[in-house]
T-cell receptor, first 113, second 112 residues
């Protein structure tokens, strides 16, 4: 079945460590997105990419980095510069043509030890 | 800031229709309204979207007012599994694409 796979589902990080969250899609979508969700809140956009080898900062990009070397993959690195990384991270993709909706993965919950 | 306004919570009896309202008074003429729902600890699930005509699919119906300033998502026969947070979204253009701005949504509780 086509879809978006995020791994791992739960991730723990020590203070000062970088950690990378995986996002893979087999929907042949051009655009991919990373969101952060804090408890009781909506989603906020971290980074997005419309095509391979290109990406743009979203509303809360500080302390995060991304790469888009393949159409199917859009990994997110939470760096040690992110002072409050504990959150639920969601990856999405879309065709970015017309008005087609974004489709989301099931998320990765990151916690600081 | 979100371009939509939703009530924070609603209850609905199982088997009855759930009607979830959304205000989007600043929507532009060519922007669609999207509805998603999120069950705890899962990613948002796409439900339906529309421009100005009413839309229906296997999950729900979307009624958009003629002036397009508000809409209502209708779950015709709510079940316990429909308990979730429902988000109404209008996209915002940014750098050649669009981004979604999520508010805090409506927490729907379906009661047995």
């Amino acid at each position: 079945d086509g879809g978006i796979t995020q791994s791992p589902k739960y991730l723990f990080r020590k203070e000062g460590q970088n950690v990378t969250l995986s996002c893979e899609q087999n929907l042949n979508h051009d655009a991919m997105y990373w969101y952060r969700q804090d408890p009781g809140q909506g989603l906020r956009l971290i980074y997005y990419s419309q095509i391979v080898n290109d990406f743009q900062k979203g509303d809360i990009a500080e302390g995060y980095s991304v790469s888009r070397e393949k159409k199917e993959s859009f990994p997110l690195t939470v760096t040690s510069a992110q002072k409050n990384p504990t959150a639920f991270y969601l990856c999405a993709s879309s065709t970015d043509r017309g008005n087609q909706p974004q489709h989301f993965g099931d998320g990765t919950r990151l916690s600081i030890l | 800031d979100a371009k939509t306004t939703q009530p924070p919570s609603m209850d609905c009896a199982e088997g009855r229709a759930a009607n979830l309202p959304c205000n989007h008074s600043t929507i532009s003429g060519n922007e669609y309204v999207y509805w998603y729902r999120q069950i705890h600890s899962q990613g948002p699930q796409y439900i339906i979207h529309g421009l100005k005509n009413n839309e229906t699919n296997e999950m729900a119906s979307l009624i958009i007012t003629e002036d397009r300033k508000s809409s209502t998502l209708i779950l015709p026969h709510a079940t316990l599994r429909d308990t979730a947070v429902y988000y109404c979204i209008v996209r915002v253009p940014t750098s050649g694409t669009y981004k979604y701005i999520f508010g805090t949504g409506t927490r729907l509780k379906v009661l047995a």
